[in-house]
């Protein structure tokens, strides 16, 4: 009869186990994301740069928005290898959920996962390109890429 307790302890210890696993895998997600106070491995340091590639985001992130944001980072480094290499553009991505990060959503007009485009004169942004396409196509990746590149080249080369 002492076996029906037992077993029922052992269900309850993996189930909150199951829990804590659960718990610490999406931390260690959410915490390898950038702040916005600097670039990740690609490109230089924001503060240098003409350019930016911001992708925005929070910190639960679907599928999709994880997809949109490799193909993003791919396609800028595909696309801009030598501007990345010279500082003149830099990719960073952004937790807006992050303490600091919130002057994002209001000067960009973000409130999720987004890629924008920003000018920078001064260590100051000018001007800013939303990339809101991204959702439609991020099931094709050859279109995709291509809007991307095309995006961020037209407004690189419309720079006053």
Known sequence: ?????????????????????LVLRETKTSATS?????????????????FMAYYFHGTRRCHTCRTI??????AVQMAFAAELTQGRLAWTAVNLEEP??????????????TLVIVEVKDGKPVRFAKLDKTWQLVRDKPAFMD????EVMTFMGSAR
């Open 1 to 21: 009869m002492k076996a029906k307790p037992i077993f029922t302890a052992i269900l309850l210890a993996f189930v909150a186990a199951s829990i804590g696993y």
């Open 34 to 50: 950038v702040k916005g106070t600097g670039a990740t491995a690609v490109g230089t340091a924001p503060g240098a740069a003409r």
């Open 69 to 74: 944001e490799a193909q993003a980072q791919e």
């Open 100 to 113: 600091g990060n919130g002057h994002f959503a209001t000067e960009y007009g973000v409130t999720g996962s």
């Open 147 to 150: 809007y991307v590149a095309n």
